[in-house]
């Protein structure tokens, strides 16, 4: 059995001894169905270890690689996600997720890659449209000025000659239009934050956490977003994304929000990047989350927010920990665990 084998396997086993736990609360009546079996936490599709060696249980780590290559360690947060939803998710948000951070750095540098360009020269002259790379030379609250280069043999001829004729033969100016990348799918970027948040919450809280309803409008925008491109999910209180430039943190941070008075809705904030994700927090038990909010306000630990004050609490919890112990905590009775 190779390393990466043996490992697998290991998560697969904390995987299971975290499904069992959960539905023996939740629906002990499925417990044999499942005995030796996980569920994807995407598709929810069950599978057992075999699977691990037929390759149809792989290794999904939680943030792709380019993102974690920016955190104080490159360590990968892992969790088991069937091939279909692994590779899937990959190949759509998060390869899109690294497509938007490129085009956001280029914007900050003020240099493009080649990109499709519309160059007006009037009302009376047709837009012409070319593939140029382009380079901000200067910048006003009136205008953007731009020194831009193109490959003729990457372009259509007749469009070439146009060009040529109208700005070198006729010495016209024109305005450069820097189209929209046509690869480029925002929506399906954004959809990749939000399945990186759910899986480091299945991470930290396990099936109890993502088995809940209030969870499956995430899982099914998900899904969406590996056909669709342009998925969109309804924002709530506690279900958006949002991009603040003013607070940056290189390690992917989970925090339980709520107000010290209850008057504003519970909910998990993924905070990565100078993106900040928000979930619903589907807790069970308010007698054992008020009895935290108590002890984090005795600490001081109370933050200003949009709504008013709220306490954050920290999560550094790891269901899927390969320990041979089931990972147990607090946050199990907060989210419905039998005493």
């Keep these: 059995m190779s390393e990466k084998t043996e490992l697998l396997k290991k998560l697969f086993a904390a995987h299971n001894a975290d499904l069992l ?14 005995q030796d079996k996980i569920l994807c936490p995407i598709c929810l599709v069950d599978y057992s ?36 939803c692994n590779h899937t998710s990959g190949h759509r948000g998060d390869k899109q997720m ?7 750095q ?13 160059l007006v020269f ?44 109208l700005a070198y033969k006729q010495g016209r100016c024109f305005s450069v239009l820097i189209q929209p990348h046509r690869l480029m799918r925002p929506r399906v970027a954004r959809i990749g934050w939000i399945t990186g948040a759910y899986l480091a919450c299945f991470r930290a809280f396990g099936y109890r956490y993502i088995l809940h309803s209030w969870l499956n409008p995430v899982r099914k925008v ?15 209180d506690t279900l958006q994304i949002r991009v603040c430039d003013e607070h940056d943190s290189n390690e992917p941070k989970i925090g339980v929000i709520i107000t010290p008075d209850g008057s504003f809705p ?26 935290m909010v108590v002890i984090e306000v005795e ?37 419905g665990k039998a005493d």
């Design 21 to 34: 736990d959960t539905l023996a609360d939740l629906d002990p009546s499925v417990l044999p169905q499942v």
């Design 98 to 104: 690294q497509f938007l951070e490129e085009i956001k």
């Design 266 to 291: 519970v909910y998990v904030q993924i905070d990565y990047w100078n993106y900040h994700i928000r979930l619903p927090m589907p807790f069970r038990r308010s007698d054992v989350l008020e009895a």
């Design 122 to 165: 009037g009302p009376d002259v047709k837009p012409i449209e070319l593939n140029a790379t382009l380079a901000v030379t200067e910048k006003s609250d009136k205008e953007i000025k731009t020194n831009f280069r193109f490959n003729p043999k990457r372009n259509n001829p007749a469009e070439v000659e146009r060009f040529r004729d």
């Design 106 to 118: 280029e914007e900050d540098r003020g240099y493009y890659r080649e990109r499709r360009v519309q």
């Design 222 to 236: 998900i899904l969406d977003s590996f056909t669709n491109d342009e998925p969109t999910f309804h924002e709530s």
């Design 49 to 84: 270890e075999d699977a691990i060696d037929t390759e149809d249980l792989t290794d999904g780590h939680v943030w792709p690689y380019f993102i974690r290559a920016r955190s104080n360690t490159h360590q990968p947060h892992r969790v088991l996600l069937c091939a279909r």
């Design 299 to 335: 600490k001081g630990f109370v933050l200003p927010t949009g709504e008013g004050e709220a306490v954050g609490i920290g999560v550094e919890c790891n269901k899927n920990s390969l320990a041979p112990d089931l990972h147990m905590c607090v946050w199990d009775y907060v989210l």
